[in-house]
RNA sequence: GGACGCGUAGCUCAGCUGGUUAGAGCACCUCGUUUACACCGAGGGGGUCCUAGGUUCGAAUCCUUGCGCGUCCACCA
């Protein structure tokens, strides 16, 4: 034994200093990999993680399947960068700010100002900063650090700005009015996402409204109304769409119009609805595609406005009451319906109800025709890469829901009412509201006062492809130089499917714009990570498991193998500790394949004589072969393919199965030449198999081997020795030994007591002959080993089958439990004869025979012969007990 | 309401460009401390592949329907 390794691998000892091996060689620069000029560029950017919390195990995910992409790629020769960052989340950060002030302070953001509030976000996500890259370090993480970049740092700011200008001139950018979710008491917009819904009970008011009678929730936004709806087909209707009518109301008489739209629901109601653009926005739909003006009626406080006479300052709740009130003395209430249920939105902040409100806002036009599009628009230019192939999307049912929703979509909001992201590079002379200036830096002059709102946070992180590779300094003219020229468009961006349309959606027509080219050739989706019954991880269930104390546990690689093995493209996957532990147990099970081998083998190899190769030697080759070669079932292929977890199951039964239950095994009592080059060869050729799954333990493993260069570079295996077959001759004396076996615990012999066996080897007398000894050492518990070409069956003695070997005869002396063998050998008879009717009622089929390809039916013609030979095998021992 | 996904061994999941005696890991049962490993080894039991139809010589795999679960989007006056 030349080394001493420790029995069993503790990660914790390890992982740190492999890390800072790792970084301080430099290779997770691409610019220091040594390759020739033309090798091929591999790019990911990491989809940088929100700087609202620390990470959580659906990020541990992202990170596994993207090290095991930029390690895969980087072994096999591509310049592989992957570039880290974090998003600054502008709303949901400045939410946990707001709220965690709140929560310790009291005080709100207006309290402190926008500077003083500004700093506090500032200290808070510098801490969460940190912490974030700790976590992405602790995964094994092969990011080039050197080129780290945060979406609300100056170069990204440069960017943003520029884009916006670009954006604005060239008329994609404009401001315009728009419907919002406005909080009356926070006083602020609200996201899409920070609206909720609760199920309430309300009244459904069913109004006599001119020749119409419709029915409301809100009565009160009648004062509002511009328009009454119906559906195109609904034939009631028919004759009065395009007609305007005069209504009576609270307030006197109004004026309406009469149209068809197809939101509106013939079934529902009386089929009519009354049409109030300035606070719904079905409502505002439906005016702007038929040319309905807006009246607003409510403002920002949530009360009615000047325009609303005596209920002028009333909440919309005290309007509804006294409405409704006046409409009843008026005779306009035709019944109340009480206890409608309908899902009432709310802010999820203070469960006020929402008020939705016109406004001004920021937008991006997606139908624009844009001549640097070939006069596409932005969202046809998307559409068009999804469409033809031009970015790919796995799994590629995504494609289609890409494009789906990519149809739907409207013109894209960008300005948010909150002081935290990249503020609006527009400034507003107060001496003439009409006087706008659009530019990178503020304006000349006094007078001018910058647009208070930020910008989506998306605007910033749809950049993010080429914001990271310093455009716009790297194209200019409409050329790439530096970075950008090298390194986009980038190979894969991989994401979770949950943002495929806000933020894929967005680099895609970002990319198209300012680039001129898309941001990357494949899509890879991935799924959540839940808990073990299939929920979603939440602090608040407690359901969550915290990635740096199941690494602390269970080392990172454990974590990394559990998120990758079991999952599929776009599918979701569970992790539980359990898994965790399985998948530590195969690491150290590595370890000590490795321990095994460094012990017995601790020499550098030379090159394997081919010729001196034992038949266990040939059948481990052969297999070895399989998981690297071209064909479609190696785990190269599987990589290749974005099957990780098919291609981690192949090393799994590589590593079990074959190298550490048999041909270890067998090499304890196989001597040859060329053992231990085999031996070291396998190792470590499987080391790099394995290095982009499990990086650390490869690593150290590696290290030991007394390796210079790091595994990290070394070069992805190809086949370099032919054993000249597949192993077959290894695999009849791997089945003579799992028969023997099976035979004893059949028989229950006791697993010290040693047992006599003759062999009839017809044809194969050499073979068996040279095998004898791993026979016997395989734990077969075999005494005296009589190998003949053939002979009398032994007294007192079974015959054994081998799985498909019909012409040897194996049998174990003495000690058989004959009413168990006939037991077994009955099942074994019935289960084949059951097989044998089958297969012959198959073959006695014509339209089987005539029909299925002929590979088909003569593969079950050679299913047949086979297992007709071993029944009659099986009778005749049957017969001779 | 719209779109999509899932339902295979007790649990977690592969397999699904149609042809295998339907697989893996964990759990379970029996046996075993044999110096790489008890974070182990040997052997074993366990599945009408959700239901009902259809296409086909042949379906876990393709089509239709129903049931159950999940995700995203929209949200209704």
């Known amino acids: 034994m030349n080394k001493e390794l420790p029995k069993a691998y503790e990660p914790g000892l390890y992982e740190d200093e492999i890390y800072k091996r790792w970084e301080e060689s430099g290779f997770f620069n691409p610019d220091n990999l040594d390759l020739p000029a033309d090798a091929p560029g591999y790019t990911i950017v990491l989809p940088p993680p929100n700087i609202t919390d620390k990470l959580h195990l659906g990020h541990a995910s992202m990170l596994a399947i993207e090290d095991l992409l930029i390690r895969y790629y980087r072994m096999r020769g591509y310049r592989a960068l992957w570039l880290p960052g974090t998003d600054h989340a502008a709303i949901a950060t400045q939410n946990v700010v707001e709220k965690k002030l709140f929560k310790e302070d009291g005080k709100t953001r207006h309290d402190l100002g926008r500077e003083k509030f500004l700093e506090k976000v500032w200290e808070f996500l510098r801490i969460t900063q940190t912490t974030i890259l700790k976590q992405t370090r602790k995964m094994g993480s092969s990011l080039d650090w050197s080129r780290t970049a945060f979406t609300l740092d100056e170069q990204r700011e440069k960017a943003v700005r520029k884009m916006f200008v670009d954006m604005y001139n060239e008329g994609v950018i404009y401001r315009g009015e728009r419907i919002v979710n406005w909080c009356p008491r926070c006083h602020s917009t609200l996201a899409d996402d920070e609206v909720e819904y609760k199920e309430t009970k309300s009244k459904l008011y069913w109004i006599k409204y001119g020749p119409f009678v419709l029915a409301t929730t809100r009565p009160e936004t009648k004062l509002g109304d511009t328009a009454v709806a119906v559906h195109p087909g609904d034939k009631r209707y028919k004759d009065m769409v395009g ?23 013939p079934e529902f109601g009386s089929g ?3 049409v109030t653009p300035a606070h719904s926005f079905a409502d505002n739909e439906m005016a702007r595609r038929n040319n309905i003006p807006w009246k607003q009626i409510i403002n920002e406080d949530g009360r009615m406005m000047d325009n609303c006479g005596k209920y002028a300052g009333l909440t919309t709740v005290e309007a509804r009451e006294e409405i409704v009130a006046d409409m009843e003395k008026m005779g306009l209430i035709d019944h109340i319906e009480e206890g409608y249920e309908n899902k009432l939105s709310v802010c999820y902040r203070c469960d006020t109800p929402i008020e939705p409100l016109p406004s001004k806002q920021w ?24 469409k033809k192939g031009e970015i790919k999307f796995i799994p590629d049912r995504f494609e289609k829901r890409f494009v789906n929703w990519m149809g739907n979509l409207h013109d894209w909001c960008i300005s948010r009412q909150i002081w935290f992201g990249h503020r609006i590079p527009v400034w507003y002379n107060s001496r003439n509201v009409d006087d706008i200036y659009v530019g990178e830096n503020p304006p000349e002059g006094e007078d001018w006062e910058q647009d208070p709102d930020s910008l989506d946070t998306w605007f910033s992180s749809g950049m993010w492809t080429f914001s990271t590779l310093g455009w716009p300094d790297t194209f200019k003219d409409g050329k790439k130089s530096g970075d950008l020229a090298r390194f986009h468009p980038t190979q894969v961006l991989e994401t979770g499917y949950e943002i495929l349309t806000l933020w894929v959606s967005r680099m895609i027509m970002m990319s198209f714009f300012a680039v001129g080219e898309k941001p990357f050739d494949t899509v890879y989706l991935h799924g959540m990570v839940l808990d073990k019954n299939g929920k979603k991880m939440s602090k608040s269930k407690g359901n969550g498991i915290d990635p740096l104390d199941v690494i602390a546990k269970y080392g990172t690689d454990a974590v990394r193998l559990s998120l990758l093995i079991g999952s599929t493209p776009g599918n979701d996957v569970r992790i539980f500790e359990e898994k965790i532990e399985g998948d530590r147990n195969f690491v150290n099970k590595l370890w000590n394949v490795a321990r095994f081998i460094l012990q017995t083998a601790d020499e550098n190899t030379t090159e394997i ?12 080759m052969a297999h070895f072969n399989a998981l690297v070669d071209k064909n479609a079932t190696s785990a190269t292929k599987f990589l290749s393919n974005y099957n990780f977890s098919i291609a981690a199951e192949l090393l799994r039964t590589f590593t079990y199965d074959y190298l550490a239950d048999w041909y270890l095994e067998a090499a ?12 070291r060869y396998v190792l470590e050729n499987l080391l790099i198999l394995w290095h982009p799954f499990i990086p650390f333990v490869t690593e150290k493993i590696w290290e030991l081997m007394g390796k210079e260069k790091l595994l990290m570079v070394e070069k992805w295996p190809e086949i370099k020795y032919d054993p000249g077959n597949n192993g077959d001759d290894f695999e009849l004396i791997k089945n003579i030994v799992i028969a023997i076996r099976n035979a004893r615990a059949e028989n229950k012999i006791e697993p010290g ?32 080993l009589t190998i003949a070409k053939d002979g009398d069956e032994p007294d007192d003695s079974i015959c054994i089958s081998v799985k498909g070997v019909s012409n040897m005869d194996i049998y174990l002396v003495g000690a058989i439990d004959k009413d168990k063998e006939k037991k077994r050998l009955e099942k074994e008879i019935a289960n084949l004869e059951k097989l044998i009717a089958g297969t012959e009622k198959k073959l006695a089929n014509e339209e089987f ?11 079950e013609h050679s299913n047949l012969h086979a297992r007709k030979n071993d029944l009659t095998k099986l009778l005749i021992q049957l017969k001779q007990l």
Do not use: C
């Open 243 to 265: 007609k305007e009518y005069m209504i009576p109301g609270v307030l006197g008489e109004f004026k309406v119009k009469v149209i068809a739209d197809h939101h509106v629901d």
């Open 272 to 274: 009519a609805v009354k």
């Open 363 to 386: 937008f991006v036009s997606v139908d624009k025709k844009l001549p640097r599009l070939g006069n596409m628009s932005l969202k046809e230019k998307a559409i068009e890469a999804a």
């Open 609 to 620: 004589e081919l010729k001196n190769l034992t038949l266990a030697d040939k059948w481990i």
């Open 668 to 679: 304890k009592f196989d001597k040859s030449t060329e053992k231990v080059k085999v031996l």
């Open 753 to 784: 007591r040693k047992i006599d066996a003759v062999i009839y080897t017809g044809n194969n007398k050499d073979l068996i002959e040279s095998q004898s000894e791993i026979i016997k050492g395989l734990r077969t518990g075999i005494g005296k």
């Open 849 to 859: 025979t005539s029909k299925a390809p002929p590979a088909v039916v003569e593969k």
